[in-house]
């Protein structure tokens, strides 16, 4: 069965980096692009953009460019996100999830919080 | 950015009951291009319906989703106690894929 199984909760400093996993398993990786998607405390989803998973070409939405990084390690079947020069309202909780089809999402990791805090 | 505004924001209803949410875009959207989401507390997403109208694998039949252009609609036929969530829409046919603000069912 397709999972996604994201690495687990961190807490950082304001300034420092996080690297956040996301091991696909139970179909073949490089055919569905992988979305990132960030929820702050409290609040709805906010989709941050994703990455071709064959290509390895990432796109990111408005407001996540700069300070975050797609990434791939298809031998592994995993995907990274990486955000450097962490902030307070960076503070969220962050999903995978495989696109389907024409894009919608249809299989999601479990969820990393990211808490920045000093 | 194609805004997507969610209707109302809170739903309260009891079990056995219809649940009628709407979804509104600020531009048209092609229906091949609407989903609808699930969220529980502590929980991921799920999705429910795909193409504005396709159910997801393992969706009951009591999901149904409707509309096309600007105004989208999500049913729940009968409401059963696991369908108290937060539901989110979806647009993924222009960039940046937005998502609605939600609508939250609870128990009434």
């Known amino acids: 069965q397709v999972q996604l199984v994201q690495s687990g909760s961190e807490l950082q400093k304001p300034g420092a980096s996080v690297k956040v996993s996301c091991k696909a398993s139970?179909?073949?990786?490089?055919?569905?692009?992988l979305n990132w998607v960030r929820q702050a405390p409290g609040q709805g989803l906010e989709w941050m953009g994703w990455?071709?998973?064959?290509?390895?070409?990432?796109t990111y939405a408005q407001g996540f460019t700069g300070r975050f990084v797609f990434s791939l390690d298809t031998s592994v079947s995993t995907a990274y996100l990486q955000i450097s020069s962490l902030k307070a309202e960076d503070t969220a909780v962050y999903y995978c999830?495989?696109?389907?089809?024409?894009?919608?999402?249809?299989?999601w990791g479990q969820g990393t919080l990211v808490t920045v805090s000093s | 950015e194609i805004v997507l505004t969610q209707s109302p924001g809170t739903l309260s209803l009891s079990p056995g009951e219809r649940a009628t949410l709407s979804c509104r875009a600020s531009?048209?959207?092609?229906?091949?291009?609407l989903a609808w989401y699930q969220q529980k507390p502590g929980q991921a997403p799920r999705l429910l319906i795909y193409?504005?109208?396709s159910r997801a694998t393992g969706i009951p039949d009591r999901f149904s989703g409707s509309g096309s252009g600007t105004d989208f609609t999500l049913t729940i036929s009968r409401l059963e106690p696991e369908d108290f969530a937060v539901y989110y829409c979806?647009?993924?046919?222009?960039?940046?894929?937005?998502f609605g603000q939600g609508t939250k069912v609870e128990i009434k």
């Open positions: 999830a495989r696109g389907h089809g024409y894009g919608d999402l249809d299989y």
């Open positions: 139970g179909y073949t990786f490089t055919n569905n692009a």
């Open positions: 990455i071709g998973t064959y290509t390895g070409n990432p």
């Open positions: 531009q048209s959207v092609s229906s091949t291009y």
């Open positions: 193409g504005a109208s």
């Open positions: 979806q647009q993924y046919g222009r960039s940046p894929r937005t």
